[in-house]
């Protein structure tokens, strides 16, 4: 089966600080990838499309400044949360379609929590 | 924009007895409609899908219905288990692009 991981698991760090998130394929190919974000108890927010070899799209209200999306080869996206602030604090989620097959299928990744202080 | 909204957001059955979740969506380009079964902490899981050339699957327990002309779509679950205690969320995908329910929090009491 598509395989997709995420690190780190969880991760805190202090206010003011970056922190970088990364998604791999690990058995697939994947030329897009989706970052999300869930808030507890609620649903999955689609934040940005991750696109190798491009610049990310974002979705409406989410600062491209503030979250860094770098798509570098076709099995690894990042996230960077920077300067990070209590608010920040959330479950990200990355997924991603595998590339030339079953395009709509999305593959989660375990999620990254990130808590601020 | 695209908008998918489900229905009920929590949902409390006794072993044995079926439990439905429904959904609507916005968007007329939708073609490819996924559920995902979230387990508390862990990553969503697709449990079953159904594309819009097609009214119905099942798969055991699990069964969705898709009415594309009213742009509903449902997931019905037979002899619930404990085990199917989650959260459940539909999707509504077009092209790359999927849009997700808020979810739907199940419980299945022994």
């Known amino acids: 089966g598509a395989v997709v991981s995420q690190h780190p698991s969880r991760v805190i760090c202090k206010s003011g600080t970056s922190v970088k998130i990364e998604c791999r394929s690990l058995?697939?190919?994947?030329?897009?990838m989706f970052w999300y974000r869930q808030f507890p108890k609620k649903s999955l927010m689609l934040m940005a499309t991750?696109?190798?070899?491009?610049?990310?799209?974002?979705e409406q209200g989410v600062e491209k400044d503030k979250f860094l999306i770098n798509h570098a080869s076709l099995t690894l996206s990042t996230l960077t949360v920077t300067s990070a602030h209590p608010e920040d604090s959330s479950f990200y989620i990355c997924s991603a379609p595998r590339a030339g097959r079953d395009q709509e299928t999305q593959y989660f990744g375990p999620g990254t929590r990130l808590l601020v202080l | 924009g695209e908008n998918v909204e489900q229905h009920p957001s929590t949902l409390s059955v006794q072993e044995g007895d079926s439990a439905v979740i429904k959904c609507t969506y916005s968007?007329?380009?939708?073609?490819?409609f996924p559920w995902y079964k979230q387990e508390l902490g862990k990553r969503p899981q697709l449990i079953i899908d159904i594309r819009s050339n097609v009214g119905e699957k099942k798969d055991q327990r699990i069964a969705v219905t898709l009415n594309k002309t009213a742009k509903h779509f449902s997931l019905h679950i037979t002899e619930t288990q404990p085990e199917d205690s989650a959260v459940y969320f539909c999707?509504?995908?077009?092209?790359?692009?999927?849009?997700f329910g808020a979810g739907t929090r199940l419980f299945v009491k022994a």
């Open positions: 058995d697939f190919q994947a030329t897009t």
């Open positions: 968007d007329s380009a939708s073609n490819y």
């Open positions: 999707a509504a995908a077009g092209g790359f692009k999927t849009i």
């Open positions: 991750s696109n190798e070899g491009s610049k990310a799209t974002y």
